[in-house]
């Protein structure tokens, strides 16, 4: 069903340009400048991969970042607005969950997700990851979500 390749300027160009709607426009990266030049820098691709169907359509991204337990948190993750609650969510998870398995053999991935975003949270769930705690960030409570993969 998917496909990926590491992030580059056109699929980053693109997903920078991507609007939802309603409670998860927050997402928006054109209204964030700073989370937009974050998004935009190569320098934080390493970890960074677009996601395309089998036809070459863009259909999401994700951004890892490693921890000190051998793990990895996704910074970022998305699917494009216009297949959002379609049905999408959970293989789309599924797919980031086996190319982190696949390509570092990691023991666990943790995501912090808006406390709001109970549909994601719903989704990361069903994939296996518990609920281990909250954090707040600047304004906003965050659930911090685990998936030991050990």
């Keep these: 069903m998917y496909k990926w ?3 580059d300027n056109d699929a980053a160009l693109e997903i920078a340009e991507w609007e939802y709607e309603g409670d998860i426009s927050v997402y928006n990266l054109a209204d964030d400048l700073d989370a937009l030049d974050e998004f935009l820098n190569p320098f934080n691709w390493k970890y960074a991969y677009a996601i395309y169907d089998y036809e070459n359509y863009l259909k999401g991204f994700m951004m890892l970042k490693p921890t000190a337990s051998n793990g990895f948190t996704i910074e970022r ?3 494009h607005p216009s297949i959002i609650n379609q049905g999408y969510g959970m293989g789309f998870i599924k797919y980031c969950i086996d ?9 666990e991935i943790n995501v912090h997700i808006p406390i709001f975003n109970k549909r994601a949270i719903n989704v990361f769930s069903k994939n296996g990851f518990v609920q281990k705690g909250q ?3 600047g304004n906003e409570e965050f659930i911090i979500l685990v998936l030991s993969l050990e």
């Design 77 to 79: 993750i998305g699917l």
């Design 135 to 137: 954090v707040k960030e």
């Design 99 to 107: 190319i982190v398995q696949e390509k570092y053999q990691t023991r």
């Design 5 to 7: 390749s590491w992030m």
